[in-house]
C-alpha cells in the first residue's frame, strides 16, 4: 500500500490546521510588518499586538528561567537523518548534554531535530523554540521543553538570553541570520562575548575567505573580529571550546563572589569596631 502523503500544516499561534483550509493566512510576523491602508479591527492593531508580544516575551522567560547552562544550535531544516551533518549536530549534541548543558534549537526538523535528538539521548534537556510560518512542521518529537512563537524577534532573544555559546551547522539565510545576528551582538557589546562556533570547515571556508578578501581588507570590520568565530569539524574540539569558555565563567563568578563576600565582612568588622 503506498505511503500517505503527509498533509501541510499551517499554525495559527497554538492552532494547528491540516489539510484544506479556507486559504493561507498571513503570520503574525507579516501583518505587524505591513502598511495599513484599509480599515481594521483592534485585535489587529499594533497596540493590541504589542501585548500579545509582551505575553510571549513572559511566557519564554518563564519557560527558560531555570534551565541552567545552555548552548544553542542552528542549523537547516533541508537536512536528511542521513545526511552528515545530522550525524554530526546529534553527537555534538550529546556531548554537550553529558557536559550538563542544556541544548536549544529551533525545534524543527533537520539540525534542529538532530540536536534535541542527541541532547535527549544523553539524557539532557532538549528545547525547541518554534516559530509561526506558512505550512510548516511543528516541533519534533525529541523536544522536552517546546514553545510556539508569532515573532521571530522575540524567539531570537531566547535564544541569546539563556545560551552560552552558539553552534552554527550548515544552513541557509535563516542560519545565516543568526550567525551575523550572534556575531554582532558580541562585536557591539550587547552580549558577554561566548563561543561562536562554525561547524563545517568546508561548508564554511568559502565565506571566511570572502570575509578576509572584502570587509577585512577594506577594514570594514577588525582583525581582531575574526576571533570571535572557531571553526571546526572535529566536535571534541567544539565541545572543548565551549566547555572551557564555562569553566572560565565559572571560576569568574567564584572569584567575584569571594571577593565580595571578603568585603562584606570587613566592612562588617569595621562597623563593629566603630561602635565599641
Known amino acids: ?60 522567560f518563564d519557560a527558560l528561567a531555570e534551565i541552567g547552562p545552555a548552548v544553542t544550535i542552528f542549523g537547516s531544516a533541508r537536512v536528511g537523518r542521513r545526511n552528515r551533518y545530522y550525524g554530526a549536530a546529534r553527537r555534538l549534541a550529546a556531548a554537550l548534554a553529558r557536559q550538563g548543558f542544556a541544548i536549544i534549537t529551533g525545534g524543527g526538523p533537520g539540525i534542529m531535530e538532530a540536536a534535541n535528538r542527541g541532547a535527549k539521548e544523553a539524557g539532557g534537556l532538549s528545547i525547541g523554540a518554534n516559530i509561526e510560518l506558512p505550512f510548516e512542521q511543528g516541533l519534533n518529537e525529541y523536544v522536552d521543553l517546546g514553545m510556539e512563537f508569532r515573532y521571530f524577534f522575540v524567539r531570537k532573544v531566547m535564544f541569546v538570553k539563556y545560551a552560552e555559546a552558539f553552534v552554527i551547522f550548515p544552513g541557509g539565510f535563516g542560519t545565516l541570520d543568526e550567525l551575523f545576528e550572534s556575531l554582532t551582538l558580541i562585536q557591539t557589546g550587547k552580549v558577554e562575548h561566548f563561543p561562536v562556533v562554525l561547524y563545517g570547515t568546508e561548508y564554511w571556508e568559502g565565506m571566511m575567505q570572502w570575509i578576509r578578501d572584502k570587509p577585512l581588507y577594506e577594514e570594514k570590520i577588525s582583525p581582531e573580529d575574526l576571533h570571535l568565530l572557531t571553526i571546526t569539524s572535529d566536535i571534541d574540539e567544539a565541545c572543548e571550546a565551549i566547555a572551557k569558555h564555562h569553566r572560565s565563567r565559572e571560576q569568574e563568578r567564584k572569584e567575584t563572589a569571594s571577593q565580595e563576600a571578603t568585603k562584606q565582612a570587613m566592612q562588617e568588622a569595621d562597623t563593629g569596631r566603630s561602635n565599641r
Not at 479556507?22 to 495599513?36: Q, V
Not at 484599509?38 to 497596540?47: A, G, K, R, S, Y
Open 1 to 60: 500500500m503506498p505511503r500517505r502523503k503527509k498533509e501541510p500544516e499551517q499554525r495559527r499561534g497554538t492552532v494547528v490546521v491540516r489539510g484544506k483550509s479556507p486559504g493561507a493566512r498571513p503570520t503574525e510576523d507579516t501583518k505587524l510588518l505591513r502598511s495599513r491602508g484599509e480599515p481594521f479591527h483592534f485585535q489587529e492593531t499594533d497596540t493590541w499586538r504589542t501585548l500579545r508580544i509582551m505575553g510571549e516575551f513572559v511566557e519564554g
